[in-house]
């Protein structure tokens, strides 16, 4: 990547309503201004001169004269490094570094001096050597390849499919509000995106996308997030072991259990973990078939089923025989409340029945119209939620 620091050489002779000539100055009739508002403001080119000067702003009127298109900020700059740069409190290789500006990362220019730029990226805000910086015209003509694009989910559940089409394959399914990366072009209304080491499209009625740019980052922000990245570490190690081995579960909670299931607290906590685990399993299941119709006394998920024929079809995926009515689910596994309701729970009104998400929502064939959806939990009277997991 070529970086250029263009010097300025030219001043502008006219001002507007005015002519500067050397020891004169002769008035002239001023422009008729126009609505729109310029972008350097009505106190003209040579305050925003002498304001560049009086900062020791060298070689910086094109940074003026180039805003991003969205008007981020006016001193538009890209780190140029390999990995990071330092970002130190003073201008100075011995002094102290108070953050870290990252490769592909954006910045503020605040301030030039010899050798090193004064910049502001994100919250971190110091000194970073002038040839790590991609600035003035050059970052106008890079600003396109920096940029991140995403999109936000906008839909309850939205299925990620191996192409672009509803008949091809569902690979997976994100939530509301969550953010995923565009990995490309969008093309016919999909978008293709990146969920974890999945890579598939997303149907983009139901997306939001925005564009942003990454940034660096403080030293406290840097040692918050190696907390937490090592945290979740841990925890993930210590889950996979009690998974393989249960008996372990005492060390990880750190209460009295055993293998046969004796014990008290940590017992308790492995049990509700894995009746978790496993009922998001089938829900994760159920929500593939979203969209697809509902028929009475059908039990087909992909070609229509009713409300207890999907959910007696969902469960026997994981090999759990349940009844073919409502009348008779009632009565399977056993009663908990409503307050205590876990993802894969059975919540059953009068003569209807759907499988509890979380956050008071069901999926359940509904009607003809809708057929299977998501809707509130709490539509109508609840009779009764079991569990059978």
Not at 86 to 95: G, L
Not at 287 to 296: A, K, L, R, S, T
Request: proline letters at 3%; one cysteine or more; charged letters at 20%.
């Amino acid at each position: 990547m070529v970086k250029t620091h263009i010097r300025q050489k030219l001043i502008y002779s006219a001002i507007a309503g005015m002519i500067i000539i050397p020891g004169s100055a002769s008035e002239v009739s001023a422009a008729v201004p126009s609505e729109e508002q310029p972008f350097i403001q009505a106190a003209g080119i040579e305050s925003v001169l002498e304001k560049c000067y009086e900062t020791e702003v060298k070689e910086n009127i094109n940074l003026y004269l180039v805003p991003t298109e969205e008007g981020e900020y006016l001193n538009m700059a890209f780190s140029d490094t390999e990995d990071f740069t330092y970002i130190r409190s003073a201008p100075d290789e011995n002094s102290d570094w108070v953050g870290k500006l990252y490769q592909e990362s954006a910045a503020q220019v605040l301030e030039y001096l010899d050798g090193w730029t004064k910049i502001r990226s994100g919250s971190a805000e110091g000194y970073v050597p002038a040839d790590a910086l991609i600035t003035g015209s050059e970052a106008e003509k890079y600003a396109e390849e920096y940029e991140n694009h995403t999109v936000t989910v906008t839909a309850d559940v939205l299925n990620v499919r191996q192409g672009q089409g509803t008949e091809r394959e569902i690979l997976t399914q994100v939530r509301l509000n969550e953010q995923y990366e565009v990995t490309g072009e969008p093309s016919q209304g999909w978008y293709p995106v990146k969920v974890g080491e999945t890579d598939g499209w997303v149907w983009g009625e139901y997306v939001e996308e925005q564009t942003s740019y990454s940034y660096g980052e403080t030293k406290e922000e840097e040692e918050a997030r190696i907390a937490e990245e090592s945290a979740a570490q841990e925890t993930a190690a210590a889950e996979t072991s009690v998974t393989a081995d249960p008996s372990r579960a005492s060390a990880v909670s750190g209460a009295d259990y055993s293998a046969d299931g004796s014990g008290s607290t940590g017992a308790a906590e492995y049990a509700f973990g894995t009746a978790v685990s496993a009922g998001q399993a089938v829900i994760d299941y159920a929500c593939q078939f979203i969209g697809n119709p509902y028929v009475w006394g059908g039990t087909s998920l992909t070609d229509g089923a009713d409300c207890s024929g999907f959910v007696q079809s969902v469960y026997a995926h994981f090999g759990i025989s349940l009844p073919r009515t409502t009348y008779d689910m009632v009565n399977s596994g056993y009663a908990v409340s409503y307050e205590d309701a876990l993802p894969g729970d059975l919540i059953l009104y009068d003569g209807h029945v759907g499988l509890y998400m979380g956050d008071g929502t069901i999926v359940n064939a509904m009607n003809e119209a809708d057929g299977i959806g998501i809707c509130s939990a709490t539509y109508t009277d609840i009779i009764a939620v079991r569990r059978v997991i």
